[in-house]
Structure formats: structure tokens, C-alpha cells
């Protein structure tokens, strides 16, 4: 390699380690959600679809852990078009469905009228539905696997899970 190369290689790497703290303290919450796939009401919903899938009991429900916008951005990041369009309109025809049946949004819904919904989706022949809430649901559970606090505090997730005993008597057996 040449020198002239090396040196130009080094000032842009400095250059941009320099320029990276300034960059990155911009950041918040509110210029990360910008590229957000649901409103602020469909986020509402699809938060209290992931707490009707897992509910809250002695350990947090999966609302509470913020799977919902997990969800939304394995969908926006992960998934294709289709599948985000399905994300879109299986949130907006679920609460449809909860004002026709119950007069109110899904969100304000009771727990039982929400199982309820839920549960006719799954019994339904809608496939488009049904593929809606299977995709929710697998989405969902791998939300909540994965967040911090079942990771360590109900599954016990050891980053290295090996223990090396090497002070130990060597005996004779």
C-alpha cells in the first residue's frame, strides 16, 4: 500500500470518528419513530393486540414490554410490501370490527371483548385475516422471548454459558 493511500485512509477514518458522537446525540425518540409504518391510534391498537395475545400476570404483559413496537419494526424493516400492507388493514378491520360489535375502539375495549375479536378472527374463514393475526402473533411471541426482562430475568440468558474451573484439586480416582 502506498503511503499517500494509508495517510488519506487514517484522515478520513479520524474524521469520521470525530464526526460520529455529533451525529449520533440527534438522535431521539421522536426522529426514530418518523419512519414509522402505523398511526399513532393504529400503534395504540396493534399495543393492545400483543397485550390480549400475552396479558399481563405476575410477569409483565407483552404491551408493557413494548412489543407492539417491536412488531412495527420487524414488519417496516423485515418484512415486504404485502406484508406491511396486511399489517396496515388487519389493525384498521379489527378495529372496525370492534366499533360495529362493541361501539368502541379496540383499544378501549374490555379484555374479553378483545379475546373475543380475536378469537372469531382466528375461527373465521378470512384468510387474509387469518394470516394477519398468525403473522401478530408469531411476531409477538418473538418480542417477548427476546426483550430484556425475559431474557434475564425468566430465562436466565447467560452470554457465555460455560463456566472454567481452573484452580481445581486434581484427584486420584
Not at 470525530?18 to 438522535?27: K, V
Not at 400475552?54 to 424493516?77: H, N, R, S
Not at 378483545?114 to 375461527?123: A, F, S, V, Y
Not at 411476531?139 to 452470554?159: C, P
Request: glycine share 10%; proline share 3%.
Amino acid at each position: 500500500m502506498e503511503r499517500r493511500v494509508a495517510l488519506k485512509s487514517m484522515a478520513m477514518a479520524v474524521g469520521a470518528m470525530a464526526g460520529l458522537p455529533a451525529w449520533a446525540s440527534g438522535w431521539s425518540k421522536s426522529t426514530l419513530e418518523k419512519g414509522t409504518l402505523l398511526t399513532a391510534d393504529q400503534s395504540k391498537i396493534l399495543a393492545a393486540m400483543v397485550e390480549t395475545i400475552i396479558p399481563k400476570t405476575d410477569t409483565p404483559g407483552a404491551g408493557e414490554l413494548g412489543v407492539g413496537g417491536f412488531v412495527q419494526k420487524m414488519v417496516t424493516d423485515c418484512y415486504d410490501s404485502k406484508a406491511q400492507a396486511s399489517l396496515k388493514s388487519g389493525v384498521s378491520n379489527l378495529d372496525e370490527q370492534s366499533i360495529q360489535r362493541f361501539g368502541k375502539s379496540y383499544s378501549d375495549a374490555g379484555k374479553e371483548q378483545r379475546m373475543q375479536l380475536l378469537q372469531d378472527i382466528d375461527k373465521g374463514s378470512d384468510t387474509g385475516q387469518k394470516a394477519f393475526l398468525g403473522m401478530v402473533k408469531n411476531l409477538t411471541i418473538q418480542g417477548y422471548m427476546s426483550s430484556e426482562y425475559v431474557m434475564t430475568n425468566l430465562t436466565h440468558y447467560e452470554m457465555i454459558p460455560a463456566r472454567y474451573h481452573g484452580c481445581v484439586p486434581v484427584t486420584k480416582g
